[in-house]
């Protein structure tokens, strides 16, 4: 084998180090790992080549060690990656509907404010209606008594109202032309004018 260092050199590169025979392992680990002489260094004292050798089988040694060790972690991984990834998977939709649901809420939310602040105004206007309310009650109610002396007052100023322009009249009249005369002169002057103003049909009070 070793009479073609290539084809020697390449056979170690290509050889199956994931498949090595339990068999072999177990020589190399009962025979000759235990063995003093079985090292780098004393395989060196013979030539480079044994040493190169000698390194290369104990690094298969604990590559197989190794290797049967982190295999099944490596499976484990990989599995734990796949759930890990289902799980992201899972996680982004039920973050969608998670987001969804929130939104739906913060309308909620909003509305119920909305609707809060609508509720308030509503019953200051309600309490503003209630006092203004209360206050015309008391109103009407103190008002009432006066509906009597109103009554008879309007009964009163009706007739007044009804004989205003012939009253204004004759006080005009009186103002304007009686203030020099004496008292005799003025009842006749007013008298006269109170008999014109019953031929002309204008009313007016009777009497002085």
Known sequence: MMGDVKMFIDSLKTYDKDNIDPKIMKVIREKYKPMEMFTPEAAAKGSSAAEGLCRWILAMEIYDRVAKVVAPKKAQLASAEGEYAEAVKGLAAKQAE??????????????????????????????????????AE???????????RW???????????????????????????????????????VAGWQSLAIEKRVPMSQGD
């Open 138 to 148: 008391k109103l009407m109610g103190g008002l009432g008594g006066e509906r009597v």
């Open 151 to 189: 009554g008879e007052i309007s009964a009163e100023l009706g007739p007044k109202f009804n004989n205003l322009l012939g009253d204004v009249l004759i006080s005009s009249g009186v103002i304007a032309y009686l203030g020099p005369f004496f008292i005799p002169y003025r009842k006749e002057a």
């Open 98 to 135: 998670l987001k969804i649901v929130l939104d739906k809420l913060k309308n909620m939310q909003d509305k119920l404010a909305e609707l809060d602040a609508k509720k308030t105004s509503l019953e200051r206007q309600y309490e503003d209606c209630n006092n203004k309310l209360e206050r």
